[in-house]
């Protein structure tokens, strides 16, 4: 299984942004998807994950309400509408694929929230 992210950028505090994580291989593997980020000199969060067999997402504490995890199963592609943003949002966004056996990373992609 690979993962591409896209749709990082530069947005403005409370601005809006959509990300995507699109999976290609063996994704019938997949057990579960999830949206992770990492700060400068933080180490890696967890910010929600979407299982395939119920589709339903969890999401941490600290973007409940704020973030979407969502899935297209025909595109193998799982996205994360971001709102309200806010400057501490600023990491490198990556996605992650829970497999049968093991996980695998998309390369991430960056984030940035102006003030």
């Known amino acids: 299984v690979q993962l591409v992210e896209s749709g990082g950028g530069l947005v403005q505090a409370g601005g809006s942004l959509s990300l995507s994580c699109a999976a290609s291989?063996?994704?019938?593997?997949?057990?579960?998807m999830g949206w992770y980020r990492q700060a400068p000199g933080k180490q890696r969060e967890f910010l929600g994950s979407?299982?395939?067999?119920?589709?339903?997402?969890i999401y941490a504490d600290s973007v409940k309400g704020r973030f979407r995890i969502s899935r297209d199963n025909a595109k193998n592609t799982m996205y994360l509408q971001m709102n309200s943003l806010k400057p501490e949002d600023t990491a490198v966004y990556s996605c992650?694929?829970?497999?049968?056996?093991?996980?695998?990373w998309g390369q991430g992609t960056q984030v940035t929230v102006s003030s």
């Open positions: 979407i299982r395939s067999a119920s589709g339903t997402p």
């Open positions: 291989g063996s994704t019938f593997n997949i057990v579960a």
């Open positions: 992650n694929a829970r497999l049968l056996r093991g996980d695998v």
